[in-house]
Structures are given as C-alpha cells and as structure tokens.
C-alpha cells in the first residue's frame, strides 16, 4: 500500500514538473518569435498552403516522389498538369492560370518545370544534410559550432541486389574512414562529448539493416541474420578502431524481431561484448515496445556492458495501419495517437529507471514528450548528461538550439545522400509535419493554446473515452 502512494507522488511530481518545465520552455521559444513562428521552414510558404486543402497536399507529394523519375522539362509540366488538373478547382488562380496555358514544351512549361525543380529541391536541402562528404562534413561542423551533436544517416532506396547492398556497406565504411579522423581532431566539449561514465564517441552513424542484404527475409531468419552479420562486422569493427558510434534504426513492424535478435546476437559476439558504442531503436507505437524493452534490459544486463537506447513513436503508422487492414491482419500499432504518446512517457520512465544498462536518447520534436522526459530525469536523479535529446535535421530547429543553450546534449539524426532516395525520405517528413496529429503542426499554429499542448495523454484519452461513451 506505502509502495504505491511513493508511485502515485512521483508520478504526480512528474506531472507537475512537466507542467512547469514545458510552459517554461513554450516561454522562451515565444520570446523568439520572429523566427520560431515565421515558418521559415514551411518553405516559400507551399506547405502552409498545402496543408489547408488535404486533396493538394496528397497531388503534392505525389508529384515530389515522382520528379526525380522526370527527366525533361517537357514531362515535369505534363506530370504537373496531370496531377493538378483534379484538384485545379483548389488552386490559387496564378497557378491555374500557368498549368492552363503552359505547353510542356513551351517557355512557360519550361519556366514551370524549373520552378518545381527548384522548390523541391530547397525542400530537400531543408530536411538532407548533403550529397557528398565535404557538404556533410560542412553541415555536421555548422550544427558542431551551435552546440549540437549529430548521427548520419546514409538515405537509401529498397536494397534489390548483392551489389546494391555491398555499395550501402561500403558508403559507411568511407564515411567512417573520411569524416571519423576529422571529427575526432575538433577541440573537446563536455556538454556533447561526456556523458555520466565518461567520453562519448564524436562521430556516430545511423543505419538500417535491410540495407545490408539483398533480401532481408524475417521468413529466413537464420539466413538473413548470418548475411546481415556478415556485412555489419565490418561496420563495427571499423567503428570500434576509430572511435565511431553505431546505431540500428527500426523499420517496418515485420523487420522488427529479426532486427532486434540480430542487433542482440552480433553484440553478444566477443570481440564486441565489451563494446558500448552501438545501439537501437525502440518505437513506442507498438504495445511491444514494453516487452522487447524489458528483454533488452535482461540481456544488456547478462552481456554487463549497456547499450543506447532511442525511444521514438515510430515513422510507419500509415504503413502499418494501411498493410494490416489490406492483408487482414492485426493492426501491430496504437490506433489513436494519445496511446504512442502516453506509451512513449512509460518508456521514457522505463528507461531513465534503468539508464546504466539501457542509455536513453529520447528522440522527439513533441514539446510534452520532451519537458516529461526532463521531469522525470530530474524526479528520478538521474544525471543530465546520462541521457540525450535527438531530433531531425531540419525540424523544429528553435527547440533545438533551445535544449542545447539550456545544457541538455542534443543529438541530430543527418541525413545524406543522392536527391532520388532521398525523395521517399523527404515525404515522410513532409506527411508528418502535415499530418492532422502532429505536434509540430498544432504548435506552429498561431491560435496553439499551451495547456492543450501540454495536457497529459492520459487525461486526453480519458476524454475521448467519455466522448465516446456520450456519442453512443
Ligand atoms: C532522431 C530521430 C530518429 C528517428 N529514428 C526512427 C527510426 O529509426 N524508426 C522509426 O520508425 N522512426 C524514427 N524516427 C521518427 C519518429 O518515429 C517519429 O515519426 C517522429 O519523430 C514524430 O514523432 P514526434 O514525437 O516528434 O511527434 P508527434 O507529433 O508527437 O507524434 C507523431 C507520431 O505519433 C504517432 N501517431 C500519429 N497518429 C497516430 C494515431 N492515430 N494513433 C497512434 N499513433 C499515432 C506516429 O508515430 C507519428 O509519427 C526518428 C525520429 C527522430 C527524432
């Protein structure tokens, strides 16, 4: 019975604190307004006008995912005109009036072409680091100078071919080789290079495992853990020697167990048991998160040396909600969005319990999830530099600077790469900072009201459970 009223005081210090801390923080980034609320990123303000009509958003990143396909001038018009022509009533007039006159071949269609080349591609620039090393050496030493940390991110296609997949292996073991011995020469800082045991690796990477095979096959675990084995050792052992960081990014719900068990597996090999610069992800959309947490702690224990842990809601729920539908089977992720949030604050609570084995990267641009994961740290002593904030390269870049100036290590996950790619990547972002549900878009909001930002997921679930209950 004591037990459980100390639980129900932290947690309500919890709560209060996040409060505290998230109205605090909403404070100074309203002081900044100028630049936080211009919507400098919402570029040349295409996805503010997007975003109030969903049937133009949908033509438009539609046409985004196709325009590196489009080779001439000529096609880039048709394929505007074709996608627009069935939203033309939703246009603003000036753009009607173009995609009516402009023949593809002609100066205008021409003119057109360029002009949608050019915006997506600041687009892309928005959200992707660089295409070579020196332009992501050059973005990676900039967010250095603003006191930011950073893990690339190679962007890549669906892996078909051996040969495609050697090629992923390699663009990480060149980078590893190329930037690792420049990064590791810049002058130490303890607010991104300490954390509560002592130095961190500088140079860390991103990457995913179905990028390391031809076939990554949950049906053939056995041998697709061996091939992913095979390629990853390298990574590792490169890693290792020059000081470098890895960790495993998650993928869609099927990948999930393999990569979990290959993850545990080739860290459990001796050469890399002793060996704490790796890590992986956890998405707190799926009820799983708990379990496979708690199994990871298990083992992390059982290994005695910790691995990282990145929390995140997970970048698929579309996917995932659309696949289980189509093929009739259990949908694997929470279906409203006030469970991945109030999950995620679970496993955030699971994590800073146990930061020694599991080190947590809380990773999220959503102003409630990040002052909870900052009360609770604070509630529950563990030290500040003993987990970390990661974010997006590209978003919500006030927070950023925000968490940084206030002493928080901020880690932002880079991406990099060819523009083609780098296309699918650019519209997930783009879906999730238009979506209906997203925090971002809500907070850019110029009538957002802060206590609904901040309001506990629990209570907003037991809301729509009231609600439910009256409208039936
Ligand atoms: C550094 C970093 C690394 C990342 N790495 C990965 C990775 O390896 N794998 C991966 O999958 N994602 C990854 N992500 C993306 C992440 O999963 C989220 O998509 C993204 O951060 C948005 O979540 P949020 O907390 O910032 O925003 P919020 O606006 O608070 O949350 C949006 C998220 O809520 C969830 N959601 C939306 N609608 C619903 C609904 N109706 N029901 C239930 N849940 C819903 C979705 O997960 C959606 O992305 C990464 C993010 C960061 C910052």
Known sequence: MKKRSKKSSVSKQIEQETQRIGSELWEQLDRRKPTVFERRWWLDHILEWAMQDESVKVQMFRFVDVLPMLKSSGTVTKHLQEYFEEV??????????????????????????????NNARKMAERFIAGTKTTEVYRSVHKLRGKGLAFSLDLLGEAVISECEADDYQQAYLDLLEELAPMVNAWPEDPMLDRDHVGWIPKCQISL?????????????????????????????????????????????????????????????????????????????????????????????????????????????WD?????????????????????????????????????????PAIASHNLRSLSHAMAAAQEMNVPRNAWEIQMLYGMADEQQHLFSELGYRTRIYTPFGELLPGMSYLVRRLLENTSNESFLRHAYDKDANIEELLRSPTDVGKQHSVESTVSV
């Open 88 to 117: 033309e009533t939703h246009l603003p007039v000036a753009m009607r009036m173009g995609l009516e006159v402009a023949q593809p071949d002609s100066l205008l269609g021409k003119a057109l072409a360029v002009n949608a080349r």
């Open 208 to 316: 995913k495992m179905s990028g390391l095979v031809s076939h990554f096959k949950p049906i053939d675990a056995a041998g697709t853990s061996e091939k992913v084995k095979e390629q990853l050792r390298p990574i590792f052992q490169r890693a290792r020697e020059l000081d470098a960081y890895v960790h495993i990014d998650m993928e869609h719900y099927e990948y999930k167990d393999l990569t979990l068990q290959i993850f545990k597996e080739i860290c459990m090999e001796k050469e890399f048991r002793d060996w704490s610069d790796c890590g992986i992800v956890i998405q707190a959309y799926l009820p799983d998160a708990e379990d496979d947490l708690k199994n990871l702690l298990k083992w992390a224990k059982k290994r005695k040396t910790s691995v990282g842990i990145r929390l995140v809601k997970g970048a698929y």
């Open 319 to 359: 996917y995932e909600t659309i696949t289980a539908e189509y093929r009739g089977w259990p949908c694997p992720v929470y279906t409203e969005k006030w469970q991945s949030d109030e999950n995620f604050e679970k496993q955030t609570l699971f994590l800073m319990k146990n930061y020694e084995h599991l080190r």
